[in-house]
Structure formats: structure tokens, C-alpha cells
């Protein structure tokens, strides 16, 4: 499977937990059914059938599925620099300026034609990808035509009918979405669910109970994720700054705490990490 293009077809949720994460790569997700509160940065999208959602990757999200309801989606996952030979050369560079710029951003379909043209290019992209006695110069040739195709799809769907927030919000969303944004600029500072209820000028079991109802984890989960996040963006951009500092810096509270997070929830520790990160850099630039 080509492991810079990664696509899978309406696939069915699980009764397992999903978590707040990152990737380096684009994605664009598909939601077909079910109940889907979806979580990107700072905003919560309620998902309808057909919704399109384009993300650059680096943006924490997550959905939010309750436990014993339907949850069918599809999503392609890309390396824009996969691509990024093939739209220079065309001059369609513009088609990934939505990631960029935007970093996430909602497409309401309705389930039209348009969507439904979509949804076959991702079924191809799925099958195809997963060949494995093809012609690998053949086949990559074949999945990099399939997901320009998606991507001007997109686009051009994207130009009639795309927004970065829901026309009205609810009031519980409004306030999660104030906690949201405040751990995204106070997430390197000391904080608790006190604190940042405080700040808000709200009750703390109110932002416990609210938060926990809206997303499905904890605020200090959140505060967790929003640093570990930032960690591994830093191991990466700053190779000469030491791990205990990169770590002290985003909020972790101890060295020791933080190498038992970290190894815990990526499965490895942040040396092993940046030097991976470091050397595909290293072959990916010459």
C-alpha cells in the first residue's frame, strides 16, 4: 500500500474510543451515516450525511460517535508533497490552497451529484490502493490521476458551498467552543478545569459535565493532547533545543511526567522520535 496516499471506503465505526490526533497529512473525510459530533481545533461540527470535511492534518480533531449508534465514513489521507510535482506542473497548486489557508473547513452537500462523483473517485482510490500485484509506477501514476480528480471535485464543490462555522451554534457549543479556544492559547501555562472555568467566568462542574457531554473526554485530556501536539512539532522544528526544555516549554510539569506521557501515547520516547522525524526529513530533502 502506498504510504503516502491512504484511502479507505465507508468504514464502520467501532464501540472503541477515538482520540484527539494529529498526522502530517491532508485529509479529506467523507461522512455517509449515523451520529457524528466532529471536533477540530477549536470548533464542533454536527455532522449530516454528505458533509465533506478538508483538514491539513497538523489541527487536533476528533469525532465524537456515541457508543451504540451507526458511524459509516470515508476519508483520504495524502502527502500534499506526493502531489505537489504533478499540480506544479499543471498549474493547480490552488487546488490544496484550502488546506492551507483555511486548515479545516466544512463542505454541506446534501448528498447532490456532485458528492455522490466523490464518493465513487474514493471507492476507486480505496480498491485501487490496496492492489498489490500491480506495476508500482503504474499504480501510483493511476492513484495520483484518481485523487486529482477528488481534489478538483472538492474544490469546485468547495467554491459554491463551504464554511468555516456552522450558521448557528447552540449555546453549549459556543461555550465549549470558548474552552477550546482558551486551552489552544493557555495550553503551555499551568491549568486546571478551576482555572479555566474561572476565566470563562463559568462553574466548574458546568465545564467538567459540559465538556465530557460535547466531546467525550476530559478538559485535562484536552490540555494533554494540545501539548503533546505542540512537543512533537517542536522535536522536529527545533533539533538543537533539548528535550527537558521543548518539554518544560509546552507545559509538561516534570521531565519525568513527560517521558511517561509521551511514551505512553506515541510508543516511543521523544529521543527515538526525533530522530526519526529527522531522518525522514533528512531523505526527503536529499
Known amino acids: ?142 492513484l495520483k490521476v484518481l485523487l486529482l480528480q477528488v481534489l478538483i471535485s472538492v474544490y469546485n464543490l468547495g467554491q459554491k458551498d463551504s464554511k468555516k462555522l456552522i450558521d448557528k451554534k447552540s449555546e453549549k457549543a459556543e461555550h465549549v467552543e470558548n474552552v477550546l479556544k482558551y486551552i489552544q492559547a493557555h495550553y503551555m501555562e499551568k491549568l486546571t478545569v478551576g482555572s479555566i472555568a474561572e476565566a470563562l467566568n463559568l462553574s466548574k462542574s458546568y465545564v467538567s459535565h459540559l465538556f465530557r457531554e460535547m466531546t467525550g473526554f476530559t478538559v485535562m485530556e484536552y490540555v494533554m493532547a494540545s501539548r503533546l501536539t505542540q512537543v512533537k512539532y517542536l522535536l522536529e522544528m527545533e533539533p538543537k533545543k533539548s528535550i527537558k526544555d521543548i518539554a518544560i516549554e509546552s507545559g509538561f510539569e516534570s521531565a519525568s511526567h513527560f517521558s511517561r506521557y509521551f511514551r ?12 526519526k522525524r529527522l531522518k525522514i526529513y533528512s531523505e526527503e530533502n536529499g
Open 1 to 142: 500500500m502506498n504510504q503516502s496516499m491512504i484511502a479507505f471506503y465507508r468504514m464502520r465505526g467501532t464501540n472503541e474510543p477515538f482520540d484527539y490526533h494529529a498526522h502530517e497529512e491532508y485529509e479529506i473525510y467523507f461522512f455517509h451515516s449515523g451520529t457524528c459530533r466532529y471536533l477540530i481545533h477549536n470548533q464542533i461540527y454536527d455532522l449530516e450525511p454528505g458533509d465533506i470535511l478538508i483538514m491539513d492534518g497538523m489541527t487536533l480533531h476528533k469525532p465524537n460517535v456515541h457508543p451504540n449508534s451507526e458511524y459509516i465514513r470515508s476519508a483520504v489521507h495524502f502527502s500534499p508533497k506526493w502531489v505537489k510535482s504533478v499540480l506544479e506542473e499543471l498549474g493547480a497548486m490552488y487546488l490544496l490552497e484550502a488546506f492551507q489557508r483555511l486548515h479545516h473547513c466544512l463542505i454541506r452537500t446534501k448528498e447532490n451529484e456532485e458528492s455522490k462523483a466523490i464518493e465513487k473517485l474514493i471507492q476507486q482510490l480505496s480498491e485501487l490502493s490496496q492492489v498489490t500485484n500491480r506495476h508500482e509506477l503504474h499504480q501510483e501514476t493511476e
Open 264 to 275: 505512553e501515547h506515541v510508543g516511543m520516547t521523544a529521543g527515538e522520535f526525533r530522530r
